[in-house]
């Protein structure tokens, strides 16, 4: 296993679970006095390029309605979907897959929600706004590098934002047009938010 071996391999040529030599190889670290570290994709850690159009639609969905929890074991992006837009849980996944490909992504099915997650702790440096705390009842200020992003996708942003904690509905009207009514239709987008900052 020192030479690089995969647990999966040392566990299939054993023939024991998986979860058991990894858990070997973690006492075996311990006693050492080694540390693992996660292999990570972060681009705030690792200085690589990244999707900023994916980002700005997922600092949207972010701010709008979805929270990190970063515990002791316990690391993770959830962004809350409607179950009846599909469509917006298939992009809010791919946007997360495209800001850090490597993370485990899953999605919980709950009555009437679908809540997207991404697991790792990295999630924080991408959105330094997490603090404990709700969002409402602390000030929400952009880093220099994301107002940047802001600024140069501001579409992408509010769509994430509509998309998490707004609607669209359809108002109508008539006009009398040559001598006749007629009906026009046209959209209107609403975001609520409860935080001053957020808005
Ligand atoms: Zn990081």
New binding site residues.
């Given amino acids: 296993m020192r030479q690089g071996a995969p647990n999966r391999l040392v566990a299939e040529h054993l023939n024991i679970p998986r979860g058991t030599v990894g858990w070997w190889r973690s006492e075996d670290r311990k006693a050492r006095g080694e540390r693992y570290e996660q292999p ?1 994709d ?1 681009p ?2 690792t200085g690589r390029e990244f999707d900023e159009i994916a980002y700005a639609y997922l600092l949207g969905l972010y701010l709008g309605d979805g929270h990190i929890v970063s515990k002791t074991k316990q690391h993770r992006l959830s962004i809350f979907c409607n179950a009846t837009q599909t469509g917006l849980i298939a992009a809010a996944e791919e946007a997360m897959r495209k800001v850090m490909p490597l993370p485990n992504v899953s999605q919980r099915h709950k009555t009437g929600c679908v809540e997207v997650k991404s697991y790792t702790r ?1 999630w924080t ?1 991408m959105f330094p706004q997490h603090n404990p705390g709700k969002k409402h009842e602390r000030p929400i200020v952009l880093e220099p590098w994301q107002q940047g992003i802001v600024d140069a996708h501001p579409w992408e942003f509010i769509r994430g934002l509509i998309h998490s904690d707004g609607c669209r509905i359809t108002n109508w009207t008539t006009r009398i047009v040559a001598g006749e009514p007629k009906r026009y239709e046209y959209p209107r987008y609403f975001f609520t938010n409860v935080s001053d900052d957020i808005r």
């Fill in positions: 990570t972060c705030n850690c990295h440096c």
